[in-house]
């Protein structure tokens, strides 16, 4: 089957358990669509780049999936169609990372970046 990495974002005034619910429900529709969720990380309330329905923050999820393609619309069209659900973003991955997102990862291991104020040598 395919593999997919889908975020979700939430209203701001919804609560941590709410917002986890939510992962849960689309979690449930897939698997009840014949796929299957691999990974799924709650990274918390963060500040959107421009409004959305007049949000400012909103409840961000990530879902890495196993799934067909017509679960995946599917959950899609059900998110889409939720009062709590400002945006969804599903996409197609040749392979899954190993261990979580970036967004989870503290900022000593996110690898090669230098430090701020430092310059990369120029080749």
Known sequence: M???????IARQDLSNAQAEGLIEHFS???ADNGGKVVMSEYWGVKTMAYKINKNRK?????LRTDAPSAAVQEMERLARLHDD???????????HDEGPSVQMQKRDDRGDRPERGERRERR
Do not use: C, K, N, Q
């Open 58 to 62: 909103g409840h961000y999820a990530f």
């Open 28 to 30: 449930t529709v897939l």
């Open 85 to 95: 659900v400002m945006r969804v973003m599903s996409i197609r991955v040749d392979a």
């Open 2 to 8: 395919p593999l997919y990495e889908h975020v979700l």
